[in-house]
């Protein structure tokens, strides 16, 4: 039986995946990195500091700057990220998520957060999100980020949920991967598929149906 969803926030409950593009592209630009959103599909889901080797990898500069080097220009990027994130308000919430959200409360299934962004309570806040979860992951204390199904379990054990009766839903292959490899229903939004596949593929969080939902998970189960 479904118990709980636990949700992806950058790119699933608002579209700040667009952002943490912006932000990388300014530090790129200002190193003469290239950088673009093909580049961009591969850092979704992962952590600050991957995301930089990614993109210095991509450059074949790996080795061009020291670690303190790389968490002094990766913090750049947060802070180029903060900049964007401070114009963020409720109506900058993904349609169908608050509507969800609130059916699948009253229905009395849990909620969670399993997000591997460090800014994630503050990006909540400003959407006005945080009353709706039960939990939400603390990505400082995560040590392996997606795909490893690390944060997801995390959050089923918060909430007291085994992972084969929970949904997740992300927007990036990484994520997909966690859920999966967590044990857990896997819906994708707009995910661009280059492993594993969800167990649903969605074009828009305007799908996100309760029903539509329960039933595909009942279908797999
Ligand atoms: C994920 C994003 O949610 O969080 C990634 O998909 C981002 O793009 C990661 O790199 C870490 O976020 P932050 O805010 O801690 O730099
Ligand atoms: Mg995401």
Same mark, same amino acid.
């Given at each position: ?38 580049? /961009? ?12 080797? =990614? ?88 040590? /392996? ?5 690390? =944060? ?37 939004? /707009? ?31």
């Amino acid at each position: 039986m479904l118990k709980a969803l636990i949700f992806d926030l950058d790119g699933v409950l608002t579209d700040t995946a667009e952002l943490h593009y912006l932000a990388w592209k300014r530090l790129s630009d200002e190193l003469g990195l290239a950088f673009d959103r093909v580049q /961009n599909e591969a850092l979704k889901g992962v952590g600050r500091l991957d995301s930089f080797e =990614i993109i210095l990898k991509n450059n074949g500069k790996n080795d061009a700057y020291t670690q303190p080097e790389k968490e002094k220009l990766a913090t750049r990027k947060n802070e180029y990220y903060k900049e964007l994130i401070k114009t963020l308000t409720k109506d900058d919430v993904l349609s169908g998520i608050t509507e969800l959200l609130t059916e699948a409360r009253k229905m009395g299934l849990k909620t969670a957060v399993a997000s591997v962004s460090r800014n994630a309570p503050e990006v909540l806040e400003r959407l006005e999100l945080t009353k709706y979860f039960d939990t939400v992951a603390d990505a400082a204390k995560v040590k /392996n980020s997606k795909p490893d199904p690390e =944060i997801f379990l995390t959050c089923a054990e918060q909430l007291g949920v085994a992972p084969k009766a929970c949904i997740g839903i992300e927007d990036s292959q990484a994520g997909i991967e966690g859920i999966l490899s967590a044990g857990m229903f896997a819906v994708g939004i /707009n995910v661009t598929v280059t492993g594993r596949t969800p167990d649903l593929c969605l074009c828009s969080t305007e799908e996100l149906k309760l029903d539509y939902l329960i039933k595909s998970f009942k279908v797999k189960r």
